[in-house]
C-alpha cells in the first residue's frame, strides 16, 4: 500500500506516494554520507548564507506551504501560515548564532593549550509527527545543518506532502544536494535506516510507545538520542491570577493545533477559591469558538488530523465519565464519519481515569480543583509526564517560587507554553531526554571532543 494523503476536513484521498524501496533508502543514505564529507568542510559563513535563503523562502511563500499543512493534517490556514513563517525565525536565529555556539571552548589546565572543539557527527535520522508537520522538522534541521550535520527526515506517515515540501525548500535555498533528504518509509522500515552504520544519530519527537522503540533500537546500536515525548501540562491557576487573562489563555492553550500539542495545558489545576468563576468563564469562552473548513480564515480549530484519533479520544472521555468524571462543556463527535471533534470540559477527573492517566490529545479539559498551592503542586506533579506547565498568580516571585517546584522541562509564569529559538525545550520523566533549540540543542549532535597540547 502507498503513503497516502487525506484530506481531514473531508475524508477525500488527495494524493497516493510509492513508498522507498529498502535500496532507495540505502542509496539515499549513502548520498548523505558523501554530501556530509563535503558539508563538514564548509564555513558557518557559507553554511549560514543558504540558512538565510531557506527563511526568506518560508517567510515569501508562506501561504504555500501552510496550505499544503492544513490540506494534509487539518489545521486553520492562518495557524498553518504562521508555523511556517516560525520556521523561518529558528534559520536565522542558527545563522546568526552557530558559529559563536561551536567555536572552541578554551579550559584552563597544567597543558599548553586545551580545548573542547565542537564537530558534527554526519547523518542525523529525525523521526517527526504530524501535529506540526513544518514546525518540528525545522527545530531539528537548522541547527543539525549549521552544526555541520546532514539530515534524513521520517516523517509521519499522513504528511508525506509536507516532509517533500522541505525537502524541496532546502534544495531552492542552495544547499548542497542531499545534506536534507526525505525518506517515504513505513514506520517498520525505521529500525533499518537507524541500524545502518553510516547513521549516527536519531532524534525523535512523537509517542511516548515510537520514543521507546526508537531509543530501544537505538541503544543497540550505540547510537545517540534526543526524544520529544508527551506531555500532559498542568496549567495552575492561583487564588490571586486574573482570571480574565488565565481563563483566555487557558481557552488558547488547550485549544493550539485542536488540542494536538504536546505543550498544550491539558490539566488546569484550580485552587477552589476562583475555581467556581474560572470555571464559568472558560466555558464561555471555549464554547465561543468556531470550527468549520481549515482553508478560510475565520475558523478557529479544524478537525483532528485523523478520524482513528478522534474515535480514541472518544473513548478516553466515555471511560472517564463512566468512572466518575462530570462533563462541564457538552462536545465530542457528532458524525461518526467525521475526524470533527467539538471540544469539552471534564471536572471530578480522578486517578484511575483516562483523563487523569493519560495524554488526552485533542480538544477535551480536565479540571482538577486544589485546596491550595501546596496541594496544586502535587497534583500538577502526580503524572508520568513532564514536558511544560503554567502557573498564574498576580505575583511574580510566587510564580518563581511555584514553577521551580513542577516537575517539567519548562515551566511558564502568567504565559501559555510554546517554544521559541532562544530557550531549551524538552522534557523529563516520560516526556523524553535531551533538548532542542538554543545553544543546548545544537550541541546535542556534536562530538563535544577534548583536545590537549602539552
Same mark, same amino acid.
Given at each position: 500500500?502507498?503513503?497516502?494523503?487525506?484530506?481531514?476536513?473531508?475524508?477525500?484521498l488527495?494524493? $497516493?506516494?510509492?513508498?522507498?524501496?529498502?535500496?532507495? =533508502? $540505502?542509496?539515499?543514505?549513502?548520498?548523505?554520507?558523501?554530501?556530509?564529507?563535503?558539508?563538514?568542510? =564548509?564555513?558557518?559563513?557559507?553554511?549560514?548564507?543558504?540558512?538565510?535563503?531557506?527563511?526568506?523562502i518560508?517567510?515569501n511563500?508562506?501561504?504555500?506551504?501552510?496550505?499544503?499543512?492544513?490540506?494534509?493534517?487539518?489545521?486553520?490556514?492562518?495557524?498553518?501560515?504562521?508555523?511556517?513563517?516560525?520556521?523561518?525565525?529558528?534559520?536565522?536565529?542558527?545563522?546568526?548564532?552557530?558559529?559563536?555556539?561551536?567555536?572552541?571552548?578554551?579550559?584552563?589546565?597544567?597543558?599548553?593549550?586545551?580545548?573542547?572543539?565542537?564537530?558534527?557527527?554526519?547523518?542525523?535520522?529525525?523521526?517527526?509527527?504530524?501535529?506540526?508537520?513544518f514546525?518540528?522538522?525545522y527545530?531539528f534541521?537548522?541547527?543539525?545543518? #549549521?552544526?555541520?550535520?546532514?539530515? &534524513?527526515?521520517?516523517?509521519?506517515?499522513?504528511?508525506?506532502?509536507?516532509?517533500?515540501?522541505?525537502?524541496?525548500?532546502?534544495?531552492?535555498?542552495?544547499?548542497?544536494?542531499?545534506?536534507?533528504?526525505?525518506?517515504?518509509?513505513?514506520?517498520?522500515?525505521?529500525?533499518?535506516?537507524?541500524?545502518?552504520?553510516?547513521?549516527?544519530?536519531?532524534?525523535?519527537t512523537?509517542?511516548?510507545?515510537?520514543?521507546?522503540?526508537?531509543?530501544?533500537?537505538?541503544?543497540?546500536?550505540?547510537?545517540?538520542?534526543v526524544?520529544? &515525548?508527551?506531555?500532559?501540562?498542568?496549567?495552575?491557576?492561583?487564588?490571586?491570577?486574573?482570571?480574565?487573562?488565565?481563563? $483566555?489563555?487557558?481557552?488558547?492553550?488547550?485549544?493550539?493545533?485542536?488540542?494536538?500539542?504536546?505543550?498544550?495545558?491539558?490539566?488546569?489545576?484550580?485552587?477552589?477559591?476562583?475555581?467556581?468563576?474560572?470555571?464559568k468563564?472558560?466555558?464561555?469562552?471555549?464554547?465561543?469558538?468556531k470550527?468549520?473548513?481549515?482553508?478560510?480564515?475565520?475558523?478557529?480549530?479544524?478537525?483532528m488530523?485523523?478520524?482513528?484519533?478522534?474515535?480514541?479520544?472518544?473513548?478516553?472521555?466515555?471511560?472517564?465519565?463512566?468512572?466518575g468524571?462530570? =462533563?462541564?462543556?457538552?462536545?465530542?463527535?457528532?458524525?461518526?464519519?467525521?475526524?470533527?471533534?467539538?471540544? #469539552?470540559?471534564?471536572?471530578?477527573?480522578?486517578?484511575?481515569?483516562?483523563?487523569?492517566?493519560?495524554?488526552?490529545?485533542?480538544?477535551?479539559?480536565?479540571?482538577?480543583?486544589?485546596?491550595?498551592?501546596?496541594?496544586?503542586?502535587?497534583?500538577?506533579?502526580?503524572?508520568?509526564?513532564?514536558?511544560?506547565?503554567?502557573?498564574?498568580?498576580?505575583?511574580?516571585?510566587?510564580?518563581?517560587?511555584?514553577?521551580?517546584?513542577?516537575? $517539567?522541562?519548562?515551566?511558564?509564569?502568567?504565559?501559555?507554553?510554546?517554544?521559541?529559538?532562544? #530557550?531549551p525545550?524538552?522534557?523529563?520523566?516520560?516526556?523524553?531526554?535531551?533538548?532542542?533549540?538554543?545553544?543546548?540543542?545544537i550541541?546535542?549532535?556534536?562530538?563535544?571532543?577534548?583536545?590537549?597540547?602539552?
Amino acid at each position: 500500500m502507498g503513503i497516502v494523503t487525506i484530506n481531514p476536513a473531508t475524508g477525500e484521498l488527495v494524493k $497516493t506516494f510509492e513508498p522507498h524501496t529498502p535500496e532507495e =533508502v $540505502t542509496q539515499k543514505i549513502q548520498r548523505g554520507e558523501n554530501a556530509f564529507q563535503q558539508w563538514k568542510k =564548509v564555513s558557518f559563513d557559507e553554511r549560514a548564507k543558504c540558512m538565510q535563503q531557506q527563511a526568506a523562502i518560508l517567510e515569501n511563500e508562506a501561504e504555500k506551504y501552510g496550505r499544503i499543512i492544513s490540506l494534509e493534517m487539518g489545521k486553520p490556514v492562518k495557524d498553518a501560515i504562521a508555523e511556517v513563517k516560525k520556521c523561518a525565525s529558528v534559520c536565522r536565529y542558527y545563522a546568526a548564532n552557530a558559529a559563536d555556539f561551536l567555536k572552541d571552548e578554551e579550559i584552563d589546565t597544567r597543558a599548553s593549550k586545551s580545548l573542547i572543539a565542537f564537530e558534527p557527527l554526519g547523518i542525523v535520522l529525525a523521526v517527526m509527527p504530524w501535529n506540526f508537520p513544518f514546525w518540528q522538522v525545522y527545530r531539528f534541521l537548522a541547527p543539525a545543518l #549549521m552544526a555541520g550535520n546532514v539530515g &534524513l527526515l521520517k516523517h509521519s506517515s499522513n504528511v508525506p506532502q509536507c516532509a517533500l515540501a522541505i525537502e524541496e525548500i532546502v534544495r531552492k535555498a542552495g544547499f548542497p544536494d542531499d545534506v536534507f533528504q526525505a525518506l517515504l518509509i513505513g514506520s517498520k522500515d525505521v529500525d533499518a535506516v537507524i541500524a545502518h552504520p553510516l547513521v549516527k544519530a536519531v532524534t525523535l519527537t512523537g509517542s511516548e510507545a515510537a520514543g521507546s522503540k526508537v531509543a530501544e533500537k537505538a541503544g543497540q546500536e550505540i547510537k545517540k538520542t534526543v526524544l520529544e &515525548l508527551g506531555g500532559s501540562d498542568a496549567f495552575i491557576v492561583l487564588e490571586d491570577a486574573d482570571l480574565e487573562q488565565a481563563a $483566555t489563555f487557558a481557552v488558547k492553550s488547550r485549544m493550539v493545533n485542536t488540542g494536538q500539542s504536546c505543550i498544550a495545558a491539558k490539566r488546569f489545576i484550580v485552587v477552589e477559591a476562583v475555581a467556581d468563576e474560572f470555571l464559568k468563564q472558560m466555558k464561555e469562552k471555549m464554547a465561543n469558538l468556531k470550527t468549520g473548513d481549515p482553508l478560510t480564515e475565520d475558523c478557529d480549530y479544524g478537525p483532528m488530523a485523523r478520524k482513528d484519533l478522534a474515535v480514541e479520544l472518544e473513548q478516553q472521555v466515555q471511560d472517564s465519565v463512566k468512572k466518575g468524571a462530570q =462533563v462541564v462543556l457538552e462536545g465530542g463527535r457528532t458524525d461518526t464519519n467525521s475526524a470533527y471533534f467539538k471540544p #469539552m470540559i471534564l471536572k471530578n477527573v480522578a486517578p484511575g481515569m483516562p483523563a487523569y492517566d493519560e495524554e488526552m490529545f485533542g480538544p477535551v479539559a480536565a479540571v482538577f480543583i486544589a485546596r491550595d498551592e501546596e496541594e496544586a503542586i502535587r497534583i500538577a506533579n502526580d503524572s508520568r509526564y513532564g514536558l511544560g506547565g503554567a502557573v498564574w498568580t498576580t505575583d511574580k516571585e510566587r510564580g518563581l517560587r511555584v514553577a521551580r517546584q513542577v516537575e $517539567t522541562g519548562a515551566m511558564f509564569v502568567n504565559a501559555m507554553v510554546a517554544s521559541s529559538p532562544e #530557550m531549551p525545550f524538552g522534557g523529563i520523566k516520560k516526556s523524553g531526554y535531551g533538548r532542542e533549540l538554543s545553544y543546548l540543542g545544537i550541541r546535542e549532535f556534536v562530538n563535544q571532543k577534548s583536545i590537549w597540547v602539552e
